[in-house]
Structures are given as structure tokens and as C-alpha cells.
């Protein structure tokens, strides 16, 4: 299992977000990988899945980097791993390269 934390600035202090990403697991036609990301209004999970181990944990990484990018939590700017406005860590589809800020922009981009 993978695990980050990131952490979300709120006004009443620090809130953690885990996120963790299950080992690939096959099935009788495909591979699957489940993630957790631990907002705190409500957790979110879910499973890729893909034709190999590998590919459901990169459809994986790229959907948290997804759901990252896209959050409100994302656009007020107090989420952070690192560094605030760093980036988290996590890829993202190709339409969604224009949201990446700091190491993550410079990365992928």
C-alpha cells in the first residue's frame, strides 16, 4: 500500500488528507487498483482498473492527481504537501496539465 498525507490550511487549523493507493490486485480478465483520498467533508474510493498491474496504478495515480487538481480544496490554495503551491506529487491526464503548479508543472509539463 501506498500512503501520502497531504494537508489541507483551514481557518480552525490543520486538517490531514491521506491518500492511499492499494498494491494491484488480478482478476480473471484484468488487474484492479483501489485508492482512498480522506477529504474531510467525505472520503473518497475507488477502483481502476487495467489489462496489467501496471497500468491500473498509473490509471490510479493519474485519477488522485485528478481529483487533486480539480477540488475546492486545490483552488483556495491552502492545500499543500511539502510546500504550499509545490505541487503534490501525483500526475494527471494530459487535458489536465495546465492545472499543475510548482515541481509538479515542471515535471510533467
Same mark, same amino acid.
Request: negative net charge; glycine residues 12%; aromatic residues 8%.
Given at each position: 500500500?501506498?500512503?501520502?498525507?497531504?494537508?489541507?490550511?483551514?481557518?480552525?487549523?490543520?486538517?490531514?488528507?491521506?491518500? +492511499?493507493? %492499494?498494491?494491484? &490486485?488480478? /482478476?480473471?480478465?484484468? *488487474?484492479?487498483?483501489?485508492?482512498?483520498?480522506?477529504?474531510?467533508?467525505? @472520503?473518497?474510493?475507488?477502483?481502476?482498473?487495467?489489462?496489467?498491474?501496471?497500468?491500473?496504478?498509473?490509471?490510479?495515480?493519474?485519477?488522485?492527481?485528478?481529483?487533486?487538481? +480539480?477540488? %475546492?480544496?486545490? &483552488?483556495? /490554495?491552502?492545500?499543500? *504537501?511539502?510546500?504550499?503551491?509545490?505541487?503534490?506529487?501525483?500526475?494527471? @491526464?494530459?487535458?489536465?496539465?495546465?492545472?499543475?503548479?510548482?515541481?509538479?508543472?515542471?515535471?510533467?509539463?
Amino acid at each position: 500500500m501506498l500512503r501520502r498525507i497531504l494537508t489541507y490550511a483551514s481557518e480552525s487549523g490543520d486538517i490531514p488528507v491521506p491518500i +492511499t493507493i %492499494d498494491t494491484p &490486485r488480478q /482478476g480473471e480478465r484484468n *488487474w484492479s487498483c483501489t485508492y482512498e483520498i480522506g477529504w474531510p467533508d467525505e @472520503p473518497r474510493r475507488h477502483t481502476m482498473y487495467g489489462i496489467d498491474a501496471t497500468q491500473a496504478m498509473l490509471i490510479a495515480l493519474k485519477i488522485v492527481g485528478a481529483e487533486i487538481y +480539480t477540488s %475546492d480544496l486545490h &483552488r483556495s /490554495g491552502r492545500l499543500r *504537501w511539502l510546500e504550499a503551491g509545490d505541487g503534490y506529487g501525483y500526475p494527471v @491526464p494530459k487535458g489536465l496539465r495546465d492545472l499543475l503548479v510548482g515541481s509538479d508543472a515542471e515535471q510533467d509539463g
